[in-house]
Protein backbone atom coordinates (compact mmCIF):
# COMPACT_ATOMS: atom_id res chain seq x y z
CA UNK A 1 0.00 0.00 0.00
CA UNK A 2 1.35 3.21 -0.81
CA UNK A 3 2.22 6.09 1.73
CA UNK A 4 -0.96 8.13 1.14
CA UNK A 5 -3.50 4.76 1.38
CA UNK A 6 -1.81 4.07 4.37
CA UNK A 7 -2.23 7.63 5.64
CA UNK A 8 -6.00 7.89 4.81
CA UNK A 9 -6.36 4.42 5.91
CA UNK A 10 -4.99 5.78 9.15
CA UNK A 11 -7.46 9.01 9.10
CA UNK A 12 -10.42 6.83 8.30
CA UNK A 13 -10.63 5.97 12.17
CA UNK A 14 -11.29 9.94 12.88
CA UNK A 15 -14.87 9.80 11.09
CA UNK A 16 -16.51 8.51 13.51
CA UNK A 17 -15.20 11.75 15.83
CA UNK A 18 -15.65 14.66 12.98
CA UNK A 19 -17.18 17.60 15.01
CA UNK A 20 -14.17 16.88 17.49
CA UNK A 21 -11.80 17.47 14.21
CA UNK A 22 -14.14 20.74 13.40
CA UNK A 23 -13.30 21.78 16.83
CA UNK A 24 -9.88 21.83 16.44
CA UNK A 25 -9.58 23.35 12.64
CA UNK A 26 -11.14 26.47 13.78
CA UNK A 27 -9.08 26.39 16.84
CA UNK A 28 -6.12 26.44 14.84
CA UNK A 29 -7.27 28.94 12.57
CA UNK A 30 -8.11 31.25 15.78
CA UNK A 31 -5.06 30.36 17.22
CA UNK A 32 -3.17 31.61 13.86
CA UNK A 33 -5.21 34.58 13.65
CA UNK A 34 -4.45 36.21 17.16
CA UNK A 35 -0.55 34.95 16.84
CA UNK A 36 -1.11 37.04 13.48
CA UNK A 37 -2.84 40.16 15.53
CA UNK A 38 0.16 39.71 17.95
CA UNK A 39 2.85 40.53 15.64
CA UNK A 40 0.81 43.26 14.44
CA UNK A 41 0.86 45.06 17.35
CA UNK A 42 4.15 45.94 16.60
CA UNK A 43 3.41 48.91 14.45
CA UNK A 44 1.48 50.75 17.19
CA UNK A 45 3.87 50.21 19.55
CA UNK A 46 6.58 51.35 17.54
CA UNK A 47 4.95 54.00 16.18
CA UNK A 48 4.11 55.55 19.73
CA UNK A 49 7.75 54.26 21.23
CA UNK A 50 9.68 56.32 18.13
CA UNK A 51 6.79 59.46 18.06
CA UNK A 52 7.87 60.63 22.11
CA UNK A 53 4.02 59.01 22.54
CA UNK A 54 2.79 61.95 20.44
CA UNK A 55 0.68 60.43 16.90
CA UNK A 56 0.15 62.27 14.03
CA UNK A 57 -2.79 64.69 13.87
CA UNK A 58 -4.02 63.14 10.69
CA UNK A 59 -3.37 58.97 11.40
CA UNK A 60 -4.61 60.12 14.64
CA UNK A 61 -8.50 61.24 13.77
CA UNK A 62 -7.95 58.34 11.07
CA UNK A 63 -7.38 60.42 7.97
CA UNK A 64 -4.94 59.22 4.91
CA UNK A 65 -3.07 61.67 2.93
CA UNK A 66 -4.92 63.27 0.10
CA UNK A 67 -1.82 63.31 -1.94
CA UNK A 68 -0.51 59.38 -1.42
CA UNK A 69 -4.25 58.67 -2.17
CA UNK A 70 -3.84 60.74 -5.40
CA UNK A 71 -0.84 59.44 -6.64
CA UNK A 72 -1.05 55.81 -6.16
CA UNK A 73 -4.67 55.00 -5.22
CA UNK A 74 -4.67 51.50 -5.92
CA UNK A 75 -0.94 50.56 -4.50
CA UNK A 76 -0.02 48.50 -1.82
CA UNK A 77 1.67 51.31 -0.22
CA UNK A 78 -0.82 53.27 0.19
CA UNK A 79 -3.39 49.65 1.46
CA UNK A 80 -0.27 49.62 3.94
CA UNK A 81 -0.43 53.99 4.79
CA UNK A 82 -4.49 53.02 5.39
CA UNK A 83 -4.15 50.36 7.28
CA UNK A 84 -1.11 52.21 9.39
CA UNK A 85 -3.78 55.29 10.11
CA UNK A 86 -6.68 52.75 11.21
CA UNK A 87 -4.70 51.28 13.67
CA UNK A 88 -2.98 54.08 14.86
CA UNK A 89 -6.71 55.64 15.42
CA UNK A 90 -7.43 53.20 17.36
CA UNK A 91 -5.07 54.17 20.29
CA UNK A 92 -4.76 57.64 19.26
CA UNK A 93 -4.98 59.59 22.29
CA UNK A 94 -4.04 63.89 24.02
CA UNK A 95 -2.57 61.50 26.75
CA UNK A 96 0.89 59.53 25.22
CA UNK A 97 0.72 57.52 28.91
CA UNK A 98 -3.13 56.43 27.89
CA UNK A 99 -1.94 56.07 24.62
CA UNK A 100 0.57 53.25 26.01
CA UNK A 101 -1.88 51.91 28.61
CA UNK A 102 -4.73 51.49 25.78
CA UNK A 103 -1.84 49.29 23.59
CA UNK A 104 -0.29 47.35 26.50
CA UNK A 105 -4.15 46.22 27.42
CA UNK A 106 -4.46 45.36 23.77
CA UNK A 107 -1.92 42.99 24.14
CA UNK A 108 -2.37 41.73 27.10
CA UNK A 109 -6.23 40.58 26.02
CA UNK A 110 -4.38 39.21 22.49
CA UNK A 111 -2.35 36.88 24.33
CA UNK A 112 -5.18 35.74 26.94
CA UNK A 113 -7.22 34.87 23.97
CA UNK A 114 -4.40 33.03 21.77
CA UNK A 115 -3.38 31.18 25.40
CA UNK A 116 -6.89 29.86 25.76
CA UNK A 117 -7.31 29.00 22.07
CA UNK A 118 -3.72 27.54 22.37
CA UNK A 119 -4.76 25.15 25.40
CA UNK A 120 -8.56 24.50 24.18
CA UNK A 121 -6.40 23.27 20.53
CA UNK A 122 -4.43 21.19 23.48
CA UNK A 123 -6.89 19.29 25.00
CA UNK A 124 -9.07 18.61 22.16
CA UNK A 125 -5.87 17.50 20.28
CA UNK A 126 -5.08 14.95 22.89
CA UNK A 127 -8.94 13.63 23.20
CA UNK A 128 -8.50 13.02 19.69
CA UNK A 129 -5.42 11.51 19.42
CA UNK A 130 -6.10 8.90 22.72
CA UNK A 131 -9.83 8.12 20.99
CA UNK A 132 -8.35 7.27 17.91
CA UNK A 133 -5.17 4.94 19.92
CA UNK A 134 -8.02 3.26 21.78
CA UNK A 135 -10.05 2.68 18.77
CA UNK A 136 -7.05 1.30 16.87
CA UNK A 137 -6.15 -0.90 19.95
CA UNK A 138 -10.04 -2.24 20.39
CA UNK A 139 -10.28 -2.97 16.41
CA UNK A 140 -6.72 -5.05 16.80
CA UNK A 141 -8.07 -6.61 19.89
CA UNK A 142 -11.00 -7.72 18.26
CA UNK A 143 -9.87 -8.86 15.22
CA UNK A 144 -7.00 -11.45 16.68
CA UNK A 145 -10.49 -12.93 18.70
CA UNK A 146 -11.72 -13.51 15.15
CA UNK A 147 -8.26 -15.04 13.10
CA UNK A 148 -7.84 -18.74 13.23
CA UNK A 149 -5.66 -21.14 15.98
CA UNK A 150 -3.41 -21.65 12.95
CA UNK A 151 -2.50 -17.83 12.93
CA UNK A 152 -1.20 -18.27 16.40
CA UNK A 153 1.02 -21.10 15.78
CA UNK A 154 2.64 -19.77 13.07
CA UNK A 155 3.27 -16.37 14.82
CA UNK A 156 5.30 -15.10 17.96
CA UNK A 157 3.36 -13.85 20.52
CA UNK A 158 6.04 -11.20 20.84
CA UNK A 159 5.45 -9.79 17.74
CA UNK A 160 2.06 -9.63 18.22
CA UNK A 161 1.93 -7.88 21.70
CA UNK A 162 4.29 -5.74 19.64
CA UNK A 163 2.21 -4.63 17.02
CA UNK A 164 -0.70 -4.12 19.58
CA UNK A 165 1.25 -1.90 21.86
CA UNK A 166 4.43 -0.82 20.72
CA UNK A 167 2.86 0.15 16.82
CA UNK A 168 -0.20 1.21 17.77
CA UNK A 169 2.17 3.81 19.98
CA UNK A 170 3.93 4.78 17.33
CA UNK A 171 0.80 5.64 15.11
CA UNK A 172 0.07 8.66 17.03
CA UNK A 173 2.87 9.93 15.22
CA UNK A 174 1.12 10.08 12.38
CA UNK A 175 -2.18 11.64 13.82
CA UNK A 176 -0.42 14.48 16.26
CA UNK A 177 2.80 15.30 14.02
CA UNK A 178 1.23 14.22 10.74
CA UNK A 179 -2.12 15.56 10.98
CA UNK A 180 -2.67 17.74 14.07
CA UNK A 181 0.12 19.52 14.07
CA UNK A 182 1.04 19.42 10.49
CA UNK A 183 -2.32 21.32 9.84
CA UNK A 184 -1.97 23.75 13.01
CA UNK A 185 1.45 24.39 11.95
CA UNK A 186 0.63 24.76 7.81
CA UNK A 187 -2.06 27.61 8.87
CA UNK A 188 0.06 29.64 11.26
CA UNK A 189 2.93 29.24 7.72
CA UNK A 190 -0.01 30.08 5.70
CA UNK A 191 -0.73 33.34 8.05
CA UNK A 192 2.41 34.66 8.80
CA UNK A 193 3.22 34.12 4.86
CA UNK A 194 0.41 36.27 4.18
CA UNK A 195 1.73 38.63 5.85
CA UNK A 196 4.83 39.08 4.59
CA UNK A 197 3.58 38.56 0.95
CA UNK A 198 1.19 41.63 1.57
CA UNK A 199 3.82 43.87 3.31
CA UNK A 200 6.31 43.09 0.49
CA UNK A 201 6.10 40.52 -1.96
CA UNK A 202 9.84 41.42 -3.57
CA UNK A 203 11.11 40.49 -0.05
CA UNK A 204 8.70 37.44 0.51
CA UNK A 205 10.07 36.38 -3.17
CA UNK A 206 13.84 36.37 -2.02
CA UNK A 207 13.09 34.70 1.86
CA UNK A 208 10.82 31.75 -0.07
CA UNK A 209 13.28 30.82 -2.73
CA UNK A 210 14.77 28.47 -0.61
CA UNK A 211 11.69 26.28 0.13
CA UNK A 212 11.84 24.15 -2.65
CA UNK A 213 15.12 23.38 -1.59
CA UNK A 214 13.85 22.38 2.18
CA UNK A 215 10.98 19.85 0.33
CA UNK A 216 13.45 18.09 -1.48
CA UNK A 217 15.88 17.47 1.36
CA UNK A 218 13.26 16.77 3.34
CA UNK A 219 11.54 13.97 1.16
CA UNK A 220 14.71 11.90 0.82
CA UNK A 221 15.40 12.38 4.28
CA UNK A 222 11.88 11.14 4.93
CA UNK A 223 12.27 7.92 2.62
CA UNK A 224 15.19 6.85 4.20
CA UNK A 225 13.55 7.40 7.97
CA UNK A 226 10.82 5.04 7.12
CA UNK A 227 13.16 2.38 6.49
CA UNK A 228 14.68 2.44 9.15
CA UNK A 229 11.89 3.02 11.16
CA UNK A 230 10.71 -0.20 10.02
CA UNK A 231 14.12 -1.70 10.78
CA UNK A 232 13.86 -0.66 14.02
CA UNK A 233 9.74 -2.09 14.97
CA UNK A 234 11.21 -5.27 13.61
CA UNK A 235 14.11 -5.73 15.72
CA UNK A 236 11.66 -4.21 18.79
CA UNK A 237 9.35 -7.18 17.96
CA UNK A 238 12.19 -9.74 18.13
CA UNK A 239 13.36 -8.26 21.57
CA UNK A 240 9.06 -8.72 22.74
CA UNK A 241 8.94 -12.05 21.78
CA UNK A 242 12.29 -13.53 23.40
CA UNK A 243 11.16 -11.38 26.78
CA UNK A 244 7.58 -13.19 26.29
CA UNK A 245 8.69 -16.43 25.62
CA UNK A 246 11.67 -16.45 28.20
CA UNK A 247 8.82 -15.22 30.96
CA UNK A 248 6.71 -17.62 29.98
CA UNK A 249 9.36 -20.66 30.30
CA UNK A 250 11.27 -19.61 32.96
CA UNK A 251 10.77 -22.66 35.43
CA UNK A 252 12.42 -24.60 32.22
CA UNK A 253 15.03 -21.56 32.24
CA UNK A 254 15.99 -21.73 36.08
CA UNK A 255 15.85 -25.70 35.39
CA UNK A 256 18.51 -25.91 33.46
CA UNK A 257 20.35 -23.19 34.76
CA UNK A 258 20.24 -20.90 31.19
CA UNK A 259 20.05 -17.74 32.68
CA UNK A 260 23.83 -16.65 31.06
CA UNK A 261 22.27 -18.16 27.35
CA UNK A 262 18.97 -16.25 28.03
CA UNK A 263 20.69 -12.80 28.71
CA UNK A 264 23.14 -13.46 25.95
CA UNK A 265 20.71 -14.01 23.53
CA UNK A 266 18.17 -11.03 24.90
CA UNK A 267 21.47 -8.95 24.98
CA UNK A 268 21.81 -9.71 21.04
CA UNK A 269 18.61 -8.59 20.55
CA UNK A 270 18.58 -4.98 22.38
CA UNK A 271 22.01 -4.10 21.07
CA UNK A 272 20.30 -4.70 17.16
CA UNK A 273 17.37 -2.98 18.41
CA UNK A 274 19.73 0.27 19.60
CA UNK A 275 21.72 0.06 16.25
CA UNK A 276 18.60 -0.09 14.38
CA UNK A 277 16.94 2.76 16.66
CA UNK A 278 20.14 5.11 16.27
CA UNK A 279 19.87 5.31 12.71
CA UNK A 280 16.19 5.92 12.89
CA UNK A 281 17.24 8.99 15.12
CA UNK A 282 20.15 9.95 13.33
CA UNK A 283 17.86 10.86 9.69
CA UNK A 284 15.14 11.81 11.82
CA UNK A 285 17.45 14.20 13.30
CA UNK A 286 18.71 15.41 10.31
CA UNK A 287 16.04 17.07 9.14
CA UNK A 288 15.30 20.00 11.67
CA UNK A 289 18.55 21.33 11.64
CA UNK A 290 18.74 21.33 7.91
CA UNK A 291 15.61 23.16 7.59
CA UNK A 292 16.83 25.45 10.12
CA UNK A 293 20.62 26.17 8.63
CA UNK A 294 18.32 27.13 5.26
CA UNK A 295 15.87 29.07 6.74
CA UNK A 296 18.09 31.20 8.92
CA UNK A 297 20.38 31.82 5.37
CA UNK A 298 17.23 32.86 3.92
CA UNK A 299 16.76 35.48 6.39
CA UNK A 300 20.06 36.48 6.34
CA UNK A 301 19.33 37.22 2.38
CA UNK A 302 16.35 39.13 3.77
CA UNK A 303 17.44 41.11 6.25
CA UNK A 304 20.40 42.68 4.15
CA UNK A 305 18.47 43.20 1.28
CA UNK A 306 15.13 44.64 2.91
CA UNK A 307 17.52 46.55 5.42
CA UNK A 308 19.35 48.04 2.30
CA UNK A 309 15.82 49.33 0.79
CA UNK A 310 14.93 50.84 4.56
CA UNK A 311 18.17 52.77 4.59
CA UNK A 312 18.08 54.05 0.86
CA UNK A 313 14.26 55.19 1.65
CA UNK A 314 13.52 52.40 -1.01
CA UNK A 315 9.73 50.76 -0.76
CA UNK A 316 9.25 50.26 2.34
CA UNK A 317 8.67 51.90 5.91
CA UNK A 318 10.88 51.00 8.91
CA UNK A 319 7.56 49.94 10.94
CA UNK A 320 6.50 47.51 7.85
CA UNK A 321 10.38 46.11 7.85
CA UNK A 322 9.68 45.20 11.54
CA UNK A 323 6.53 43.57 11.29
CA UNK A 324 8.05 41.73 8.17
CA UNK A 325 11.47 40.56 9.97
CA UNK A 326 8.92 39.50 13.31
CA UNK A 327 6.62 37.72 11.13
CA UNK A 328 9.64 35.92 9.10
CA UNK A 329 10.95 35.21 12.27
CA UNK A 330 7.73 33.31 13.60
CA UNK A 331 7.48 31.31 10.44
CA UNK A 332 10.52 29.83 11.26
CA UNK A 333 9.40 27.82 13.82
CA UNK A 334 6.30 26.42 12.58
CA UNK A 335 8.46 25.92 8.81
CA UNK A 336 10.64 23.51 11.08
CA UNK A 337 7.55 21.65 12.71
CA UNK A 338 6.71 20.89 9.26
CA UNK A 339 9.72 19.32 8.07
CA UNK A 340 9.97 17.48 11.48
CA UNK A 341 6.30 16.36 11.02
CA UNK A 342 7.38 14.63 7.55
CA UNK A 343 9.70 12.65 9.73
CA UNK A 344 7.18 11.54 11.98
CA UNK A 345 4.92 10.79 9.35
CA UNK A 346 6.87 8.59 8.11
CA UNK A 347 7.65 6.57 11.31
CA UNK A 348 3.94 6.49 11.74
CA UNK A 349 3.43 4.88 8.47
CA UNK A 350 5.79 2.57 9.84
CA UNK A 351 3.78 1.05 12.09
CA UNK A 352 0.44 1.83 10.27
CA UNK A 353 1.93 -0.65 7.66
CA UNK A 354 2.73 -3.71 10.35
CA UNK A 355 -0.90 -2.76 11.94
CA UNK A 356 -2.71 -3.05 8.59
CA UNK A 357 -0.89 -6.18 7.42
CA UNK A 358 -2.21 -7.79 11.14
CA UNK A 359 -5.59 -6.28 10.50
CA UNK A 360 -6.14 -7.85 6.63
CA UNK A 361 -4.87 -11.18 8.23
CA UNK A 362 -7.77 -13.26 7.34
CA UNK A 363 -9.28 -15.53 9.63
CA UNK A 364 -9.52 -19.57 8.25
CA UNK A 365 -11.93 -20.37 9.73
CA UNK A 366 -15.29 -18.39 9.04
CA UNK A 367 -19.15 -18.90 9.41
CA UNK A 368 -20.18 -19.16 6.05
CA UNK A 369 -23.22 -17.06 4.87
CA UNK A 370 -26.87 -18.34 6.60
CA UNK A 371 -24.90 -20.62 9.16
CA UNK A 372 -26.87 -23.08 11.11
CA UNK A 373 -27.24 -22.95 14.42
CA UNK A 374 -26.51 -25.40 16.55
CA UNK A 375 -28.49 -26.03 19.73
CA UNK A 376 -27.95 -29.50 20.55
CA UNK A 377 -26.34 -33.18 19.26
CA UNK A 378 -29.16 -35.55 19.25
CA UNK A 379 -27.69 -38.35 17.10
CA UNK A 380 -23.89 -38.30 17.18
CA UNK A 381 -21.04 -37.40 14.81
CA UNK A 382 -19.11 -38.63 12.12
CA UNK A 383 -15.96 -38.10 10.27
CA UNK A 384 -15.71 -39.09 6.43
CA UNK A 385 -12.90 -39.79 4.80
CA UNK A 386 -10.87 -36.95 7.14
CA UNK A 387 -7.80 -35.80 5.98
CA UNK A 388 -5.34 -33.61 7.14
CA UNK A 389 -1.71 -30.91 7.24
CA UNK A 390 -0.42 -28.06 8.34
CA UNK A 391 -0.03 -25.69 5.27
CA UNK A 392 2.86 -27.09 3.37
CA UNK A 393 3.74 -29.84 5.21
CA UNK A 394 2.94 -33.89 5.01
CA UNK A 395 -0.23 -35.15 6.10
CA UNK A 396 -1.14 -35.80 9.48
CA UNK A 397 -4.39 -37.14 9.33
CA UNK A 398 -4.75 -39.35 6.45
CA UNK A 399 -8.37 -40.60 5.51
CA UNK A 400 -10.05 -41.20 9.06
CA UNK A 401 -13.50 -42.46 9.26
CA UNK A 402 -15.02 -42.74 12.79
CA UNK A 403 -18.63 -42.32 14.09
CA UNK A 404 -19.45 -41.52 17.29
CA UNK A 405 -23.07 -42.24 18.74
CA UNK A 406 -24.50 -39.60 21.58
CA UNK A 407 -23.22 -40.47 24.96
CA UNK A 408 -20.29 -42.48 23.90
CA UNK A 409 -16.46 -42.52 25.61
CA UNK A 410 -14.16 -42.20 22.94
CA UNK A 411 -10.59 -42.71 23.94
CA UNK A 412 -7.69 -41.93 21.59
CA UNK A 413 -4.28 -43.52 21.73
CA UNK A 414 -0.95 -43.58 19.96
CA UNK A 415 2.42 -42.89 19.84
CA UNK A 416 3.67 -39.49 20.45
CA UNK A 417 3.08 -37.47 16.38
CA UNK A 418 -0.17 -40.17 15.73
CA UNK A 419 -2.28 -37.36 15.09
CA UNK A 420 -4.16 -37.71 17.94
CA UNK A 421 -4.44 -33.80 19.25
CA UNK A 422 -5.10 -33.05 15.74
CA UNK A 423 -7.97 -35.14 15.28
CA UNK A 424 -9.69 -33.36 18.17
CA UNK A 425 -8.85 -29.93 17.14
CA UNK A 426 -10.89 -30.73 13.69
CA UNK A 427 -14.05 -31.36 16.05
CA UNK A 428 -14.58 -27.90 17.50
CA UNK A 429 -13.21 -26.35 14.32
CA UNK A 430 -10.08 -25.02 15.44
CA UNK A 431 -8.98 -26.18 12.19
CA UNK A 432 -10.83 -27.19 8.89
CA UNK A 433 -9.93 -30.60 6.96
CA UNK A 434 -7.81 -30.37 4.53
CA UNK A 435 -9.82 -33.47 2.50
CA UNK A 436 -13.33 -35.11 4.02
CA UNK A 437 -15.96 -33.45 6.97
CA UNK A 438 -16.61 -33.44 10.17
CA UNK A 439 -20.68 -33.47 10.64
CA UNK A 440 -22.95 -33.45 13.59
CA UNK A 441 -26.79 -35.49 13.07
CA UNK A 442 -25.64 -35.36 9.71
CA UNK A 443 -24.85 -31.46 9.16
CA UNK A 444 -21.28 -30.66 8.33
CA UNK A 445 -19.61 -28.43 10.84
CA UNK A 446 -18.52 -26.09 8.66
CA UNK A 447 -22.00 -24.73 7.02
CA UNK A 448 -22.86 -24.19 11.11
CA UNK A 449 -21.74 -20.90 13.33
CA UNK A 450 -18.40 -21.32 15.16
CA UNK A 451 -19.63 -19.66 18.06
CA UNK A 452 -22.90 -22.26 18.41
CA UNK A 453 -20.56 -25.13 17.34
CA UNK A 454 -18.28 -24.59 20.25
CA UNK A 455 -20.84 -24.02 22.53
CA UNK A 456 -21.63 -27.49 22.50
CA UNK A 457 -18.13 -28.34 23.61
CA UNK A 458 -16.34 -28.53 27.36
CA UNK A 459 -12.03 -28.45 26.67
CA UNK A 460 -9.53 -29.56 29.21
CA UNK A 461 -5.94 -30.21 28.26
CA UNK A 462 -2.81 -31.26 29.74
CA UNK A 463 -2.00 -27.15 29.96
CA UNK A 464 -4.48 -25.60 31.86
CA UNK A 465 -5.23 -21.86 31.31
CA UNK A 466 -6.17 -19.99 33.94
CA UNK A 467 -6.66 -16.15 34.10
CA UNK A 468 -4.76 -13.63 37.03
CA UNK A 469 -8.53 -13.73 37.95
CA UNK A 470 -10.15 -14.78 41.06
CA UNK A 471 -11.07 -18.79 41.29
CA UNK A 472 -14.85 -17.45 41.25
CA UNK A 473 -14.05 -15.95 38.17
CA UNK A 474 -12.40 -18.74 36.23
CA UNK A 475 -14.58 -21.22 37.02
CA UNK A 476 -17.26 -19.19 35.44
CA UNK A 477 -15.03 -18.33 32.49
CA UNK A 478 -17.55 -18.25 29.51
CA UNK A 479 -21.03 -18.41 31.70
CA UNK A 480 -23.07 -15.29 32.46
CA UNK A 481 -24.90 -14.45 34.87
CA UNK A 482 -24.57 -17.40 37.13
CA UNK A 483 -25.63 -17.80 40.53
CA UNK A 484 -22.75 -18.01 43.31
CA UNK A 485 -24.20 -21.42 44.25
CA UNK A 486 -23.48 -23.12 41.08
CA UNK A 487 -20.17 -22.42 41.28
CA UNK A 488 -19.80 -24.18 44.60
CA UNK A 489 -21.52 -26.99 43.02
CA UNK A 490 -19.39 -27.04 39.81
CA UNK A 491 -16.08 -26.97 42.23
CA UNK A 492 -17.73 -29.77 44.52
CA UNK A 493 -18.18 -32.44 41.62
CA UNK A 494 -14.54 -31.20 40.42
CA UNK A 495 -12.92 -31.99 43.75
CA UNK A 496 -12.10 -28.43 43.95
CA UNK A 497 -14.30 -27.20 47.19
CA UNK A 498 -12.05 -28.32 49.69
CA UNK A 499 -9.06 -26.83 48.49
CA UNK A 500 -10.36 -23.72 47.10
CA UNK A 501 -11.89 -22.91 50.88
CA UNK A 502 -8.50 -23.36 52.37
CA UNK A 503 -7.31 -20.62 50.15
CA UNK A 504 -6.96 -16.95 51.48
CA UNK A 505 -9.75 -15.68 50.40
CA UNK A 506 -12.02 -18.71 48.99
CA UNK A 507 -13.52 -18.55 45.91
CA UNK A 508 -12.10 -14.53 45.82
CA UNK A 509 -8.83 -15.52 46.00
CA UNK A 510 -6.42 -14.41 43.37
CA UNK A 511 -4.26 -16.63 41.32
CA UNK A 512 -2.18 -15.12 39.48
CA UNK A 513 -0.53 -15.29 36.02
CA UNK A 514 -1.50 -18.45 34.33
CA UNK A 515 -2.57 -19.62 37.85
CA UNK A 516 1.18 -19.82 39.25
CA UNK A 517 -0.28 -19.94 42.94
CA UNK A 518 -1.83 -23.31 42.36
CA UNK A 519 -0.45 -26.39 41.90
CA UNK A 520 -0.50 -28.29 38.93
CA UNK A 521 -3.98 -30.85 40.09
CA UNK A 522 -5.45 -27.94 41.48
CA UNK A 523 -5.43 -26.26 38.35
CA UNK A 524 -7.16 -29.32 36.71
CA UNK A 525 -9.57 -29.31 38.85
CA UNK A 526 -10.29 -25.50 38.57
CA UNK A 527 -10.69 -26.36 34.75
CA UNK A 528 -12.87 -29.26 35.12
CA UNK A 529 -15.46 -27.61 37.17
CA UNK A 530 -15.51 -24.53 34.84
CA UNK A 531 -16.60 -27.39 32.18
CA UNK A 532 -18.76 -28.95 34.37
CA UNK A 533 -20.10 -25.19 34.99
CA UNK A 534 -20.63 -25.00 31.31
CA UNK A 535 -22.78 -28.04 30.42
CA UNK A 536 -21.25 -28.95 27.21
CA UNK A 537 -22.84 -32.17 25.57
CA UNK A 538 -19.77 -33.01 23.90
CA UNK A 539 -16.21 -33.06 26.34
CA UNK A 540 -12.75 -33.43 25.68
CA UNK A 541 -9.62 -34.54 27.70
CA UNK A 542 -6.41 -34.07 25.81
CA UNK A 543 -4.07 -35.74 28.39
CA UNK A 544 -5.59 -33.93 31.17
CA UNK A 545 -3.88 -36.00 34.17
CA UNK A 546 -0.31 -36.99 32.32
CA UNK A 547 1.57 -34.55 34.42
CA UNK A 548 -0.31 -35.14 37.86
CA UNK A 549 1.23 -37.32 40.98
CA UNK A 550 -0.83 -40.12 41.86
CA UNK A 551 -3.03 -38.60 44.56
CA UNK A 552 -3.81 -35.72 41.98
CA UNK A 553 -4.13 -37.97 39.47
CA UNK A 554 -6.83 -40.09 41.17
CA UNK A 555 -8.74 -36.47 42.12
CA UNK A 556 -8.91 -35.43 39.12
CA UNK A 557 -10.14 -38.35 37.51
CA UNK A 558 -12.68 -38.76 39.65
CA UNK A 559 -13.95 -35.66 38.69
CA UNK A 560 -13.39 -36.33 34.94
CA UNK A 561 -15.54 -39.25 35.39
CA UNK A 562 -18.10 -37.78 37.01
CA UNK A 563 -18.17 -35.24 33.94
CA UNK A 564 -18.42 -37.39 30.92
CA UNK A 565 -21.45 -38.93 32.34
CA UNK A 566 -23.99 -38.92 29.87
CA UNK A 567 -22.18 -37.07 27.94
CA UNK A 568 -20.35 -37.57 24.47
CA UNK A 569 -16.47 -37.51 25.43
CA UNK A 570 -12.84 -37.99 23.23
CA UNK A 571 -10.06 -38.56 26.03
CA UNK A 572 -6.56 -38.42 24.46
CA UNK A 573 -4.68 -40.76 26.99
CA UNK A 574 -1.28 -40.95 27.79
CA UNK A 575 -1.91 -43.44 30.89
CA UNK A 576 -3.97 -46.53 29.57
CA UNK A 577 -5.10 -47.25 32.48
CA UNK A 578 -7.44 -44.37 32.69
CA UNK A 579 -9.48 -45.26 29.70
CA UNK A 580 -9.71 -49.55 29.89
CA UNK A 581 -13.69 -48.34 30.01
CA UNK A 582 -14.30 -46.85 27.26
CA UNK A 583 -16.89 -47.81 25.05
CA UNK A 584 -14.43 -47.67 21.96
CA UNK A 585 -10.66 -47.50 21.99
CA UNK A 586 -9.25 -45.95 18.91
CA UNK A 587 -5.35 -46.03 18.03
CA UNK A 588 -3.81 -43.79 15.78
CA UNK A 589 -0.68 -44.69 14.20
CA UNK A 590 0.82 -42.32 11.30
CA UNK A 591 -2.21 -40.22 11.19
CA UNK A 592 -4.09 -43.63 10.16
CA UNK A 593 -6.60 -45.74 12.45
CA UNK A 594 -5.03 -49.07 12.71
CA UNK A 595 -7.30 -50.15 14.92
CA UNK A 596 -10.51 -49.96 17.17
CA UNK A 597 -12.41 -51.18 19.77
CA UNK A 598 -12.94 -52.28 23.36
CA UNK A 599 -10.00 -52.83 25.54
CA UNK A 600 -10.65 -56.90 25.98
CA UNK A 601 -10.99 -57.16 22.52
CA UNK A 602 -8.13 -54.71 21.72
CA UNK A 603 -5.75 -56.51 23.87
CA UNK A 604 -6.81 -60.13 22.41
CA UNK A 605 -6.14 -58.95 18.95
CA UNK A 606 -2.56 -58.69 19.52
CA UNK A 607 -1.76 -55.90 17.60
CA UNK A 608 -0.59 -51.95 17.97
CA UNK A 609 -2.68 -51.36 21.48
CA UNK A 610 -1.69 -54.38 22.80
CA UNK A 611 2.05 -53.61 22.35
CA UNK A 612 1.18 -50.00 23.88
CA UNK A 613 0.09 -51.76 26.43
CA UNK A 614 2.68 -54.21 27.32
CA UNK A 615 5.25 -51.12 27.54
CA UNK A 616 3.58 -49.16 29.99
CA UNK A 617 2.69 -52.03 32.11
CA UNK A 618 5.40 -54.59 31.86
CA UNK A 619 6.95 -54.28 34.88
CA UNK A 620 3.42 -54.21 36.63
CA UNK A 621 1.97 -57.39 35.82
CA UNK A 622 -0.72 -56.87 38.42
CA UNK A 623 -2.48 -54.04 36.94
CA UNK A 624 -2.92 -56.17 33.74
CA UNK A 625 -4.57 -58.55 36.01
CA UNK A 626 -6.91 -56.54 38.12
CA UNK A 627 -7.65 -53.53 35.87
CA UNK A 628 -7.99 -49.76 36.28
Given at each position: ?????????????????????????????????????????????????????????????????????Q??????????????????????S??????????????????L????????????????????????????????????L???????????????????S??????????????????????????????S???????F?????????????????????????????????V??E??????V???F??????????????????????K??????????????????????????????????????????????????????P??N????????????????????L????????????????????????????????????????????????????????????????????I????D?????????????????????????????????L??????????????????????????????????????????????????????????????????????????????????????????????????????????????????????????????????????????????????????????????????
Amino acid sequence: MSSAGLYWRVLSFLRPYWRLMAAAIVLMVLCAIFNGFSIGMILPFINVIFSGGKLDPAKAMGKVPSKLLQNAPHSITTIQEVVRTKVLALYASPSPLVTLERIFISILVLYLLKGLFTYLLAIVSAQIEQVMIRDVRNHLYRHLHKLSLAFFHRSRTGTVISVVTNDVSLLRMTITAGFLNFFRDLVLVLVYAAMVVWISWRLSLVAFVVIPVITFLVSRLGKRLRRYTTRAQEKMADMTGVLQETLSGIRVVKAFGMERFETDKFERHTQGYYRAFLKQQRAASLAPPTTEFLGAVGLLVVVWYGGRQVLGGGFLSPDWFLIFLAAMLSIIQPAKNLSYASTRIQEGLAAAKRIFTLLDTKPDIVDPPGAIEFTTMRQGLEMRGVSFKYGGSDYVLRDIDLKVTKGQVIALVGPSGAGKSTLVDLIPRFYDPTDGSVSIDGIDIRKASVRSLRNLMGIVTQEVILFNDSVRNNIAYGVEDIAFERIVAAAKAANAHEFIEGLAQGYETMIGDRGVRLSGGERQRIAIARAILKDPEILIFDEATSSLDSESERLVQDAIQRLMSNRTSFVIAHRLSTITNSDVIVVLEDGRITEAGKHEDLLAANGVYRRLYDLQFKDFPQVVEEGP
